[in-house]
């Protein structure tokens, strides 16, 4: 009866001591050991990937925002401020009522079907909006124009980038709206267009929210 209480009490120890271990290198050490290399090597995105503008922390470069007028009275969804380059629609799941500016705060895609109602109903909505919000005079856009990343939502919903030929199917609208020549416009556009990573991966890209921050320096004459 002692030998099998002392070999209980033995285990007990050794479960205690490999418990303390575990927590120290794993809860502890490893975390601070990630977090130093990180900090030292990728800073930037260790810290979220910050975009700053004045001085001030704006967003992320890896998060989507709108870019929407007040919600008027009566109003269940904002109307998009079409001064301003537009980002993908953002059908994901959830909303927050902390911070407006973040449509979502929940990452997640519809999980529609190619052939769903209300998939084909949103994206058709979604072309008609994009087809009239950006034709302007002389200038009509075509429904054929309109490129898919326009009328449809990433995977997480919270895609901060779109593609070049959407942000060149808004340039004449934002120009018109800002009152600047559209050559200025396609120039901001081509100055914040990221290749291919590696030259192969991935497709060609632009940060809404990196050209806005240039939209309004130009804008502001700075």
Known sequence: MNTSAGNTVRLLWAG???????TIVCGVIYPLAVTGVAQGIFPGKANGSEITAA???VGSERIGQRYDLPLEKGEETAAPDLKWF????????GTNSVNPQYKLI?????????DNK????????AKAAVVKD??????????????????????????????PEYAQLQVR??????????????????????GRILGFVGEPRVNVLQLNIALKELVNGG
């Open 173 to 194: 609208r934002v120009a018109e709206r800002n009152h600047l020549d559209v050559a200025q416009v396609e120039k901001l556009v081509d100055q914040h267009t990221d």
């Open 86 to 93: 537009q980002p993908r629609p953002s059908n994901g799941l």
């Open 55 to 57: 001085g001030k922390v």
């Open 134 to 163: 950006n034709s302007v005079s002389g200038h009509p856009v075509k429904p054929s124009d309109v490129p898919a990343d326009a009328v449809t939502s990433s995977g997480s919903g919270l895609d901060p980038d779109i593609s």
């Open 16 to 22: 205690l001591r490999a418990l303390l271990v575990l």
């Open 106 to 114: 929940l990452s997640g895609a519809t999980n529609r079907s190619g």
């Open 118 to 125: 209300d998939l084909i109903d949103w994206v058709t909505a």
